[in-house]
């Protein structure tokens, strides 16, 4: 089955920075709308950010809203989610996922493909 891969999570104490990425290996990002969600240990899983296949669509969660940026580099087929100011609410698992459909999630799509997460974890 086609998925995406997930990389840049880690450890990193309150205040710092992370870069995370979303790429694929068997398919052309640049078909989908591509969007990142979050899910903390006991909580819902949430969207944080979206991207629109050819990047002029852009929006963010209030909760990251300021302190994150995505981007798109369709020629390197990979997403990023630069995160800055992060606290410890920010630990979580963090998924990309690519739709193209209409859909009632985050963002208004319904997504075909998703990743296995990176974990990130802000902590002193």
């Known amino acids: 089955q086609l998925q995406l891969v997930e990389s840049g999570g880690g450890l990193v104490q309150p205040g710092g920075s992370l870069r995370l990425s979303c790429a694929a290996a068997e398919f052309t990002l640049d078909y989908y709308a591509i969007t990142w969600f979050r899910q903390a240990p006991g909580k819902e899983r949430e969207g944080v950010s979206c991207?629109?296949?050819?990047?002029?669509?852009?929006n963010y969660a209030d909760s990251v809203s300021g302190r994150a940026t995505i981007s798109r580099d369709n020629a390197r087929n990979t997403v990023y989610l630069q995160l800055n100011s992060l606290q410890p609410d920010d630990t979580a698992i963090y998924y990309c996922?690519?739709?193209?459909?209409?859909?009632?999630?985050?963002?208004?799509?319904?997504?075909?493909?998703w990743g296995q997460g990176t974990q990130v974890t802000v902590s002193s």
């Open positions: 991207i629109s296949r050819d990047g002029d669509s852009i």
């Open positions: 996922a690519a739709g193209r459909r209409p859909g009632l999630q985050f963002c208004g799509y319904e997504y075909d493909f």
